[in-house]
């Protein structure tokens, strides 16, 4: 049926939808199924101490450069830098390096901060620097855990493998759902 077809059938509603599902049948039996194709995964690259990370983009709302003027926080670990406003959201920057238990991050003109999505707390973790989005085939994922660098294995969702390189997969919630990110009181 063509377009004219489907305005002659405006006064006939059930022969309409009958008609507009046949279409819609017939175009997705053209689309080439998800699974054949192969589902993508995408996530955020970042590196931390020398090491190359990934966070699902999902757990990222922004990435931002590290505000001028932190407002220091008393009684802090030191791995809490302070509060900032990004956006109008006053949010606790952390200093992811120093979280895991390493040096403070030296900060450069590459320095970022990664801004969580998370429902219930407001975070921004510094991290060395920001390499944009990386996409992987969803086959390429491993649930083991390798050994880092940053001994940040318990906040490890995985591993994408890819072209003789691995890409640990760091989990932010489970970073900041933890009991060693709450317990930010010196």
Request: proline letters at 4%; one cysteine or more; aromatic letters at 6%.
């Amino acid at each position: 049926m063509t377009e004219v077809a489907l305005k002659s059938l405006r006064d006939r509603p059930y022969e309409l939808l009958a008609e507009l599902e046949r279409r819609g049948r017939s175009v997705s039996a053209q689309v080439p199924q998800e699974g054949a194709v192969g589902r993508e995964w995408v996530g955020v690259a970042l590196r931390i101490a020398g090491e190359l990370y990934l966070v699902a983009r999902e757990e990222t709302r922004e990435v931002s450069s590290v505000p001028a003027s932190l407002t220091r926080v008393p009684g802090a670990k030191s791995w809490v830098k302070g509060l900032a406003n990004i956006r109008g959201q006053l949010i606790a920057v952390i200093d992811l390096r120093q979280f895991l238990g390493g040096s403070a991050t030296v900060m450069t003109r590459n320095t970022r901060i990664i801004v969580v999505n998370h429902r219930d707390i407001p975070a921004g973790l510094i991290v060395d620097e920001v390499l944009g989005f990386r996409r992987f085939a969803e086959n390429e994922f491993f649930g083991d855990v390798p050994q880092t660098l940053a001994q940040c294995e318990r906040y490890l969702a995985g591993v994408f493998r890819h072209s003789g390189e691995q890409w640990p997969v760091l989990s932010l919630r489970l970073l900041l759902e933890s009991a060693s990110f709450s317990e930010a009181a010196a």
